[in-house]
């Protein structure tokens, strides 16, 4: 397959601004080409603040348990981090588990979110801390072509690592829900690796309809081998093809988590 060039997203994406009223506004994304300045200002904010701080309330003040972090420590940028889905802060609780020390090797090393952005961008400090911390955000009902898309995937075709969440919302039971052709799409474009990975507790660390988190959970984590798809379509239909992969790699999470509830237990 001979992905879609920068030019032909951009005009899709132009084309589908004008069938939706509400608006991405470019200020939303982090810069394309980061200064000095901002790559420092995020690198110290992220990694330097945020990251150790979560790292030790995750493994201090809550018990978090993982299993294949040998898995990303060698990885360099340019893949994709595909996980379930149960809260409104999952990249913020689980990403130093996952990243950290490594991120501390410069910019590229910690990775994009792709929020939904209705529920971030409330206020120029929300969007300020959102930016900072890499975020592309996303449209809901805006579909497979947004802008937002295209970012991400520029994201990864430049070197930078992605977490995304295939099912596109959060569980409200725990079980992973089907999984939206888009990472699909994302994969077929960039024909970068993905790390499936498997969580769960965080659900009891931030309920659904509370703000502040508790303490004293457990939290059990699985991460996968680099996965490597077949992302050519030749003259498949191209959503088609973008379904196949996101439900090959639904079998991968699952199997993530069949690892994890074998080796620590169905309940926590």
């Known amino acids: 397959m001979v992905a ?102 410069g910019y590229n090393y910690f990775p994009y979110h792709a929020p939904e952005e209705t529920n971030y961008y409330k206020n120029r400090l929300m969007s300020w801390f959102m ?54 799409r994302i994969i077929c474009e960039t024909k970068a690796p993905v790390v499936p990975v498997y969580y769960r507790g965080i659900e009891k660390i931030l309920p659904i309809g509370k703000f502040f988190p508790r303490f004293g959970k457990d939290v059990i984590l699985s991460i996968g081998k680099p996965i490597y798809f077949d992302a050519d379509i030749g003259d498949e239909d191209p959503v088609v093809k973008w379904k196949s992969i996101a439900q090959e790699l639904s079998v991968a999470i699952h199997k993530e988590r069949v690892k994890a509830e074998e080796k620590w237990g169905l309940y926590l």
């Open 131 to 184: 930016r900072q911390f890499k975020c592309i955000p996303l449209v809901r009902g805006k579909g497979i072509y947004q802008m937002g898309m295209d970012r991400l995937i520029e994201s990864v075709i430049n070197n930078g690592i992605l977490h995304i969440y295939p099912e596109g919302t959060r569980s409200r039971t725990g079980k992973m829900g089907k999984f939206r052709p888009g990472i699909g």
């Open 4 to 105: 879609d060039g920068k030019g032909d997203r951009l005009k899709r994406h132009s084309t589908a601004d004008k069938e939706n009223a509400l608006i991405v506004y470019p200020d939303h994304y982090p810069p394309e080409n980061p200064s000095i300045w901002f790559r420092a200002v995020s690198y110290f904010f992220i990694v330097v603040i945020v990251m150790p701080l979560i790292y030790v309330f995750m493994k201090l003040m809550n018990r978090t348990r993982v299993m294949g972090k040998e898995n990303v420590t060698k990885l360099k940028p340019g893949w994709i981090l595909a996980s379930n889905h149960l809260t409104m802060i999952d990249d913020f609780l689980i990403d130093p588990i996952i990243l950290y020390p490594a991120c501390m090797r």
